[in-house]
């Protein structure tokens, strides 16, 4: 899902996460916009402790296709970099409740300076509880911080919720409510409804699928994906 999760790793070990494949369509009035990307949100991940552990989250735009009306643009090169710390204060070894606190700054900038943005940073608070051994209620709530090259700065506020569900001790699945809400030229809303579906090929490895539906008139139309976790 797009909610942060409430664990950290285990004391040196390492995961690799990224969206292997990623679709995404925007229809507004005038126009219909696609756009492909491969490798988007790679994220490293090492343990420092039992409840800390370090991240690195970068967005390569590796490759990146944009069809609008009857044009094609492509764009290849680096996208951010984020750092990020993520503290566990409960949950980690079990128990019915479940929270974290995950600080981060950008460290690079995107190649094609997406978002305009000079600094970028912001604060993650992911929790959960158990509600039956296969299922769990759990979201975050997060704030983004931007300042622009203008020194205008402004601020959004993320919430998001999710119910997961093991269906078979390989296979989850999960359905969650996600709402961004940036306040900057009045306030920019979009909101999202995502489902998700989880395969454990083996204790280390991990594939998923799932597509976000957009519910506001600022959302994404609709968004589908592939991704992957491996730790080693």
């Known amino acids: 899902s797009k909610s942060d999760s409430i664990y950290t790793l285990n004391q040196g070990?390492?995961?690799?996460?990224?969206?292997?494949?990623?679709?995404?369509?925007?229809r507004n009035s005038s126009q219909k916009i696609k756009s492909t990307s491969l490798f988007d949100f790679s994220t490293f991940r090492y343990g420092i402790n039992h409840q800390n552990e370090i991240q690195i989250i970068t967005n390569p735009l590796i490759y990146k296709k944009y069809s609008q009306s009857n044009s094609l643009q492509k764009f290849d090169g680096n996208g951010e970099a984020f750092l990020r710390f993520k503290h566990n204060f409960f949950g980690n070894d079990g128990g019915d409740f479940g929270l974290a606190l995950t600080p981060f700054v950008k460290i690079i900038k995107s190649s094609a300076n997406q978002l305009g943005s000079d600094l970028r940073g912001g604060l993650i608070m992911p929790f959960q509880v158990k509600i039956f051994d296969d299922l769990t209620l759990g979201g975050m709530y997060q704030l983004n911080y931007y300042k622009m090259p203008n020194n205008r700065q402004y601020f959004a506020i993320i919430n998001a919720y999710y119910l997961s569900k093991d269906l078979s001790k390989k296979v989850s699945s999960y359905l969650e409510l996600y709402s961004l809400k940036t306040f900057v030229n009045n306030y920019i809303l979009q909101n999202y409804v995502d489902f998700g579906v989880n395969y454990l090929i083996n204790d280390n490895l991990k594939i998923d699928f799932g597509a976000n539906f957009g519910l506001s008139k600022k959302a994404d139309d609709l968004n589908y994906f592939s991704g992957l976790a491996y730790r080693f």
Do not use: A, D, Q
């Open 13 to 26: 070990k390492f995961l690799f996460e990224t969206s292997l494949l990623s679709k995404t369509l925007i």
